[in-house]
C-alpha cells in the first residue's frame, strides 16, 4: 500500500529546493526540519490524503513549483521526492 500524505511543501536543504511531504501538523513538522538545518519551508494542505504522485498533481504543488522554481517531475518517474533546483 502506498504511503499517503496530507501536506505538499518544499524546502531548502544543503542549496537544495525539493518538494516535500507530510501528515498531520506540518507545523511540528516544520519545527524538526528546522532543527535539522532545512530553511524555506512551507507546506500546504492537500484537499484529501494522497500519494506523492497524487499530490504532485494538485493545483497547490503546480502553485509551490511556479512559485519556487521547481520542476513537477512526470507521473512514472518513481521518486518523486528528486525534483530540486538550486536555491538562489
Known sequence: MAKMFT???A???KGKDK????NGRA???IKTMTKEG???????PLP?????AEALQT??????AARRGLTIP??????TSESEREAA
Do not use: S, W
Request: no cysteine.
Open 7 to 9: 501536506h505538499v511543501g
Open 11 to 13: 524546502a531548502v536543504y
Open 19 to 22: 518538494f516535500r511531504f507530510t
Open 27 to 29: 507545523e511540528v513538522r
Open 38 to 44: 532545512f530553511e524555506n519551508i512551507e507546506f500546504i
Open 48 to 52: 484529501r490524503e494522497m500519494t506523492k
Open 59 to 64: 493545483t497547490q504543488a503546480a502553485e509551490l
Open 74 to 79: 512526470a507521473a512514472d518517474a518513481g521518486d
